[in-house]
């Protein structure tokens, strides 16, 4: 099981959206996948039907246990796991902050490394511990970034912290897959001219792709859906392309590794 964490210090930047989209995308090829919202928010799971309440599942602040927690994991679908994040015990664990607590989701996630082939973690914003433990766990992260000067601020940070928790040896297996740029206004010059002093300022480390700002996806998280079902007009069907294409080269980095 390989483990994408979907990470930025800062909110609304489209972090739960790429996941979620990221998510359905895998199932969609065919692959085992595995959700987990890092985000006391929990709006990752929100993207989906309620979970069963007669039932107990495997939640994100569990994965935060001594010893590995034996609770089975909620499928929305088969082959489609998600670990949602229960608000008041993950902000109690995020505040407790236990001395090498980072390190558990890890451990609690190795147990079910056979069942899926794709563990997709969406981060917290804010460069505070629960970030900072999704960077633990993960394999490859994935820096969705907007053209803003106050978004753009702390983003050099972001990637130094990915190359420390990687130089240091605290997770050596970490890999920057890339930023990608989003929530772009295509017909804001001002907004295009930061994106390529942005490109020309971070090389390597930007993505040849791009997530514009589309009503489409706005509407298709609001009715809690990917932006690809249920296409109406062209517009909306030159966003389902824009999306499905991305999460294809994304996932075609993580898989291929
Ligand atoms: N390309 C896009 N075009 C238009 N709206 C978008 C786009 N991407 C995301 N959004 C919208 O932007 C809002 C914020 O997105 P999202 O919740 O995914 O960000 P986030 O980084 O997870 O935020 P947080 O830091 O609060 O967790 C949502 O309402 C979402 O529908
Ligand atoms: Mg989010």
Redesign the pocket.
């Known amino acids: 099981m390989k483990i994408l964490a ?1 990470s ?1 210090e ?11 989209h990221l998510a359905h995308a895998a199932y969609d090829k065919g692959l085992k996948v595995l959700l987990v919202d890092f ?1 006391t ?1 929990g ?1 990752a799971g929100m993207m989906f039907e309620p979970p069963d309440l007669s039932k107990t599942f495997l939640s994100t602040a569990v994965l935060f246990d001594e010893k590995p927690s034996n609770m089975p994991i909620e499928f929305v679908k088969p082959n489609f796991g998600i670990i949602r994040a229960d608000k008041e015990a993950l902000t109690m664990v995020a505040d407790s902050k236990t001395e090498g607590a980072e390190f558990r989701p890890l451990e609690a996630l190795k147990q079910h490394a056979n069942s899926f082939d794709i563990c997709i973690v ?1 981060s ?2 804010s460069r505070a511990f629960l970030l900072y433990s999704s960077l633990v766990l993960a394999d490859y992260v994935l820096t ?1 970034v907007k053209m803003g000067k106050f978004e753009l601020d702390g983003f050099a940070e972001l990637i130094g912290d990915i190359t420390n928790i990687q130089k240091s040896g605290i997770n050596p297996r970490i890999k920057h897959l890339g930023s990608i740029p ?2 772009i206004n295509t017909r804001s010059s001002k907004q295009m001219e930061m994106l390529s002093e942005f490109k020309s300022t971070y090389k390597k480390s930007v993505l040849d792709l791009c ?8 509407v ?3 009715e809690g859906r990917p932006v690809w079902s249920n296409v109406r007009g062209a517009s909306h069907k030159k ?1 389902a392309i824009e999306w499905r294409d991305a999460c294809e080269a994304i996932l075609n980095m993580v898989i291929k590794g």
């Open positions: 979907v930025s800062k909110g609304g930047v489209a972090k739960t959206t790429i996941s979620v985000d928010q709006n969406d917290a914003p969705p989003v929530k997530l514009p700002e589309r009503e489409a996806v706005q298709a998280i609001n966003t």
